[in-house]
């Protein structure tokens, strides 16, 4: 029916181009006759001829816009001219009074009125056989979609004079049973009506599309049968759980096609509690979905190896700090190259911690520094404990993350000062305890104390022109993360206080 609408609408309107050139050869005749008054019979009789084929295309335009329900309608940018099937689609009234053009517009919609001018504008050079819409009212109430074709009226000069074009009224292609029907058909989703006993009902043409079986196999099975067998148990309903349906429910699902693929499936799905069906649509996200496993495939790998790198990385600290230790044995008897060990053993040792605790972070951009902090004084305190001498400490730190840049920097800032207060900051009785305090600033910054409660504290330890190899360190790493350190010298012991950037915006 649409391919023959198709070549009726074609038809009219090669007509209508004939009728035009019969037209003007009549004009012509016409002219001729006005300039010689006096016809031959041979002009006489063309002209006779000339009007009858006009008169006979004019009656077959009128039986096929009769038919089809196709008005036509010219316009010289002043006057408005219909033909009769334009008057039965308008439902013209034989008693109105005025000008077509002012009954055309008591018709349109405040929308299509407003639109007019520009319209307008556009119609005076118009692209070829360009379409429009517009809603009207008849004066019986009757609301309308009429779809709109035109095209330029040229003068001899070529000049735009006026537009001419054919008008179909498309209500019933929208609206009603046949606008749901041919949404239903056309559309690129999976439209599909399913009963609870687990058998389509309706299903839209997309389906035979995607999955190759024909509609009568889609309706004669239940819809179970082309489920992916691991997600039958989630895609089937029972009554209780219709029971409970009281808005759209949303799920994705896997397909089975005629041809073995495998097809992803989005779903929205309502129910009717009348009748006890579901109204659902599906779409393919098939290639979404695969792509996006795709990708997390390659990140799950990419983190694979990342944690990889961060044991291995650990390992060969280890296996340094443990040639530092063998070192240190065979130049026991040498003090100061026994002290250089330790320390240097002991930095190793708090970078080695960092990178594992990164390989075992589920996030591995950043760390949660507190736990990093309570394991690095708890292994230095082992470390120097002594019979004699108890080392304790206490960590007050709200939840806050750092990146790799950021940790392993400030762990060896962490791993000096505790080391100078475990050797050189404990009370009269030689007990050490060490307090530790992170905390965010309204700044987006973080603020660092960490210090203990000697009695053998130095003042200005970071300023002093005798700088060991420890405070070269501190303040060579506080540089290197941005930050700003400074001793406080009224908290009793050695107490430092620094402040810093937190590159990933503090709490997680």
Request: glycine residues 4%; charged residues 30%.
């Amino acid at each position: 029916m649409r391919e023959e609408l198709k070549k009726s609408i074609l038809e009219i309107e090669k007509t209508e181009a004939k009728l035009s050139s019969i037209k003007k050869k009549l004009i012509e005749q016409d002219s001729f006759v006005f300039d010689n008054e006096v016809l031959s019979d041979s002009k006489s009789e063309e002209l006779a001829d000339i009007q009858f084929k006009v008169s006979e295309k004019e009656k077959s335009i009128q039986e096929k816009e009769k038919f089809l329900k196709i008005g036509r309608w010219s316009y010289n940018f002043d006057v408005l001219e219909w033909s009769d099937e334009m008057y039965k689609i308008f439902e013209y009234p034989e008693n109105f009074e005025g000008t077509v053009l002012e009954f055309y517009m008591t018709c349109v919609d405040y929308k299509t009125a407003a639109r007019l001018k520009e319209q307008s504008d556009l119609l005076k050079n118009p692209p070829k056989n360009s379409i429009m819409n517009q809603v009207i009212t008849t004066p019986l109430g009757n609301k309308k979609l009429l779809s709109f074709t035109s095209n330029p009226i040229h003068n001899n000069a070529g000049e735009i004079i006026g537009i001419e074009g054919l008008t179909m009224d498309i209500s019933d292609k929208i609206t009603g049973s046949k606008g749901l029907e041919k949404f239903f058909d056309l559309s690129m989703d999976l439209h599909c009506i399913l009963h609870l006993d687990m058998y389509f009902i309706k299903v839209s043409p997309a389906w035979t599309e995607l999955l190759g079986y024909t509609e009568k196999e889609l309706l004669s099975r239940s819809f179970i049968d082309f489920i992916h067998p691991e997600d039958v148990k989630k895609s089937t309903i029972s009554p209780e759980d219709v029971d409970n349906w009281d808005s759209t429910t949303t799920f994705e699902n896997r397909y089975i096609s005629k041809s073995g693929e495998t097809v992803f499936l989005s779903w929205n799905s309502k129910i009717d509690k009348e009748t006890k069906l579901l109204y659902c649509t599906a779409r393919n996200i098939t290639k979404s979905t695969l792509e996006k496993d795709e990708l997390l495939s390659d990140l799950s790998g990419k983190e694979l190896l990342l944690r990889e790198i961060h044991h291995r990385v650990k390992n060969n600290l280890q296996i340094i700090s443990s040639l530092l230790s063998l070192q240190a044995g065979a130049n026991r008897d040498e003090e100061r190259l026994l002290k250089l060990y330790q320390d240097s053993q002991s930095r190793i040792k708090s970078m080695a911690a960092i990178h594992e605790m990164f390989y075992q972070s589920e996030q591995l951009d950043k760390i949660e520094f507190g736990k990093y902090m309570k394991k690095l004084i708890n292994d230095l305190s082992i470390s120097f404990a002594s019979a004699e001498n108890a080392v304790n400490f206490t960590i007050e730190a709200e939840p806050v993350y750092l990146n790799l840049d950021n940790a392993i920097p400030l762990g060896l800032i962490i791993n000096e000062v505790v080391t100078n207060s475990i050797k050189h900051g404990g009370d009269k009785e030689g007990n050490v305890l060490i307090f530790v305090k992170m905390r965010s600033l309204s700044d987006g910054k973080l603020q660092l104390t960490i210090g203990d409660t000697g009695v053998n504290g130095i003042k200005n330890v970071l300023s002093s022109s005798d700088e060991s190899l420890g405070v070269l360190l501190i303040n060579s790493l506080v540089d290197q993360i941005d930050g700003e350190i400074k001793q406080m010298n009224n908290c009793g012991g050695t107490t430092f206080q620094m402040i810093f950037s937190d590159a990933i915006n503090s709490t997680s």
